[in-house]
């Protein structure tokens, strides 16, 4: 497979419209870098407003003759691109660590997650079933169907450039919808990767499409008429504002935000299994997860060993180039890395202690890379900056708590509610916080519960603006609209005619 950087270094990272690359019309640019090394990689289309008409238009050209193929031959491709991508995962995985950093057989596990969901989407034919009541009122009959709504656009964060598109492009297709992704411009290559499969699997030209850019592309999105709904991942106060901007135009909006995921550690917990889920939900992919765990909720007088046991595994971990033998590689941006690493100094500066200093770690890779090594802080209270904020980056923080009930108002009481974790050998304490906690999705003993794909993804509070949680059934109802009808035949049997009646008698 040809990655679109493979012939030259600097090669500019084009859109993808109607079934082809596209260079656009403006003259904007964005820079991608290597993070492992900090050099410049590539060179990516910026799209103006005009740009995105013209990508939105060849998916409209599309959107007719895709509503109406039939759902044979949509689950058709649909299983083709899951081969596909299954073959290709080694160089998506490849081209996600090239310009996001993380390591590669993290990155593989993105695009295995992106795949589960289109595997699920394989399944249109039955997820696509309405119902059916037959004699609903005498030779009456009732039936419901779903149809697509038209053109979608799809606007993904940096840090799943592969997996966070595939939560909602495959259910948009096999919808019968065609689809507009604006992805990351930090790490823009995985989509065009995954472009040139949906054209081998055979969908046709328009179905899927690529559109480069920042908020001018973002904005126009969001206001043209033809976009009828929009999925979109990101910080918090851009999801609200994508919320309300799309909203105002009309449109169906799920807009998922950030996270300050929670793990209570109760007195009982199995602490070796706590410690290390602590570690590896903490600081894989370098804390730039959406379900990273960022608090660490310890009821007394479970810190000191927890605290213990977490030190012992952090001073293992190895921190470099993904491309190597690491755990964990370099932020995406050597300003995300300075805005992370002030964290630290504002956690000292306001009484925290921090337990390990990740600026003191050693690290396998360039000198020029994008690199902080895993932070753990103790005694953090929540009035603090590195409590209230998303930091998304290797900082874990302690909050000491005196007993589970303090732990679950402290996780009520933040702003947000993707994910949280219970750890545990109490089933009834676990049963309790799974129904109390005000969260989207809740870990017994597992801290980052991202739900497979044939249940749905979503947090609550501001964490997500909206109605559908992202994939799943919740995915096949937001990408199509439901409709019922109410039939007569003349001809079935008596009573057929219904006779003149003015009253709205259903009962018949
Ligand atoms: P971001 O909000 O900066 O960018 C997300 C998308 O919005 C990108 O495509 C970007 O180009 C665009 N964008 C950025 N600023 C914009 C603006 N002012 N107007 C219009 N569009 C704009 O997010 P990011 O830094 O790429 O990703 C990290 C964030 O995403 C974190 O907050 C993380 O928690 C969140 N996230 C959430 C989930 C979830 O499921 N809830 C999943 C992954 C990431």
Redesign the pocket.
């Known amino acids: 497979m040809n990655h679109p950087t493979d012939q030259n270094a600097r090669i500019t990272i084009p859109h993808w419209a109607g079934g082809k690359p596209w260079d656009g019309t403006s003259t904007r640019t964005g820079t991608v870098h290597d993070p492992a090394t900090g050099e410049v990689s590539g060179t990516v289309a910026l799209a103006s407003a005009a740009d995105v008409d013209e990508v939105v238009a060849a998916a409209s050209r599309a959107a007719a003759d895709w509503r109406r193929a039939s759902l044979t031959k949509r689950a058709a491709v649909l299983f083709r691109f899951r081969e596909l991508l299954a073959q290709n995962t080694d160089d998506v995985a490849a081209a996600i660590t090239a310009e996001h950093g993380k390591v590669l057989s993290d990155a593989a596990g993105e695009v295995q997650r992106g795949l589960e969901v289109a595997e699920f989407a394989c399944g249109i034919p039955h997820l696509l079933k309405g119902g059916f009541s037959e004699n609903a009122s005498t030779n009456l009959d009732v039936y419901s169907l779903r149809q697509p709504l038209g053109v979608v656009a799809v606007?993904?964060?940096?840090?799943?450039p592969a997996m966070?598109p595939l939560?909602f492009v495959p259910i948009a297709i096999a919808c019968g919808n065609p689809v507009v992704l604006?992805?990351?411009?930090?790490d823009p290559s995985a989509s065009l990767l995954i472009a040139r499969l949906w054209a081998e699997a055979g969908l046709p030209e328009g179905v899927f499409n690529v559109v480069h850019?920042?908020?001018e592309?973002?904005?126009r999105l969001?206001e043209h008429d033809d976009v009828k709904a929009v999925s979109?991942?990101?910080?918090?106060?851009?999801?609200r504002?994508?919320y309300e901007t799309a909203t105002r135009h009309g449109k169906r909006v799920q807009a998922?935000?950030?996270?300050k995921n929670h793990m209570v550690v109760l007195p009982d917990a199995d602490l070796d299994l706590a410690a290390d889920a602590a570690v590896n939900a903490g600081f894989g992919s370098a804390g730039?997860?959406?379900?990273a765990i960022s608090a660490l909720v310890a009821v007394e007088p479970v810190a000191d060993p927890l605290i213990h046991k977490i030190r012992e595994r952090m001073a293992g971990l190895r921190v470099g180039d993904g491309r190597r033998s690491c755990d964990m590689g370099p932020l995406?941006t050597a300003e995300?890395r300075d805005r992370v690493a002030s964290y630290l100094d504002a956690g000292v500066a306001a009484g925290a202690e921090l337990v390990v200093d990740g600026r003191q770690y050693p690290i396998d890779g360039a000198d020029g890379g994008f690199w902080l090594g895993p932070s753990l802080f103790d005694r953090v209270t929540p009035e603090m900056s590195i409590y209230t904020d998303?930091i998304?980056g290797p900082v874990l923080s302690v909050v000491r708590a005196d007993s589970y009930d303090d732990a679950l108002e402290l996780v009520n009481r933040n702003q947000y509610g993707?994910g949280t974790a219970i750890f545990t050998n109490d089933g009834g304490a676990a049963r309790r916080f799974q129904s109390e906690v005000e969260v989207g999705m809740v870990g017994v003993n597992v801290p980052i519960p991202v739900p497979v794909a044939y249940y749905s993804?979503?947090?609550w509070k501001s964490?997500?603006f909206g109605d559908s949680h992202?994939y799943g059934t919740d995915g096949v109802h937001f990408f199509t609209r439901s409709k019922v009808v109410t039939s007569r035949w003349p001809g079935s049997g008596a009573g057929d005619r219904g006779g003149v009646s003015l009253s709205f008698n259903p009962t018949r």
């Open positions: 606007i993904s964060p940096f840090n799943f966070v939560w604006k992805p990351s411009e930090k850019g920042d908020k592309a973002v904005d969001l979109f991942v990101g910080s918090t106060p851009v999801a504002y994508v998922l935000g950030g996270a730039e997860r959406c379900m995406i995300h998303e998304f993707n993804f979503g947090g964490s997500l992202a």
